[in-house]
């Protein structure tokens, strides 16, 4: 990696941002998914469920894991995880293929029925999530390495995270909420001179924001 930039050459030569490692399948992630606007209700939910289970743990601890997650939480079906009882709590501990935590499974459980509260509301939990997109004078002119490291959190993700725990979610800190934004495409923080900073700002700008 590049300490100055951030940037890290894969495979092909190419720069990207450096968090990916030239792992196959995190540079897959980063490449196709990561910063790509999402519109999804089922994706954004299932997104914000697992970096709630990656608190204390790395990413890709959770992205190796997301196929056992999903076989495991219906789809991350909103409506049906929402009707989980205290029984689905204990098959869910009983499964060595998910984070096995008490307390991270009982409030998947209890966000969904959240979410169907937001979506109800909203529409969708999509238009809910995306009315909090920042404008562009909540942004930096340039991301870059240094600008990712002093900003864990920013003053939107604050804001999401205390309207979200005002409404009875659990585990979405600001922390936890700003890497959501960044992976669903409200924010992008491909590094400059990133190979997908320009894919995903293209994306962007063609994206119909849902209302």
Known sequence: MDEKTGL????????????????????????????????????????????????GLSWLTILRKRENFREAFAGFDIDKIAAFTEQDV??????????????????????ARRARELADEAGSLAAWFWKFEPGPD??????????????????????????????????????TVYAFMQAMG????HLEGCVCREQVEAERKAFKRPK
């Open 138 to 175: 909540e942004r930096p002119e340039i991301v870059d390495l240094a600008h990712l490291r002093a900003n864990p959190t920013t003053v939107v993700s604050v804001r999401i995270s205390k309207e979200l725990k005002k409404r009875g979610w659990s585990f979405v800190g600001p922390t």
């Open 90 to 111: 204990e098959r869910l501990l009983g499964n060595a293929g998910i984070i096995r935590h008490r307390g991270k499974v009982v409030s998947t459980i209890n966000n």
């Open 8 to 55: 890290l050459a894969g495979p092909d030569g190419i720069a990207r941002c450096f968090w990916h490692g030239n792992l196959p399948d995190y540079l897959h992630y980063h490449d196709h998914e990561w910063g790509r606007p999402v519109a999804d209700d089922r994706r954004l939910f299932e997104k914000i469920c697992l970096e709630g289970f990656q608190s």
């Open 186 to 189: 409200l924010v992008n923080d």
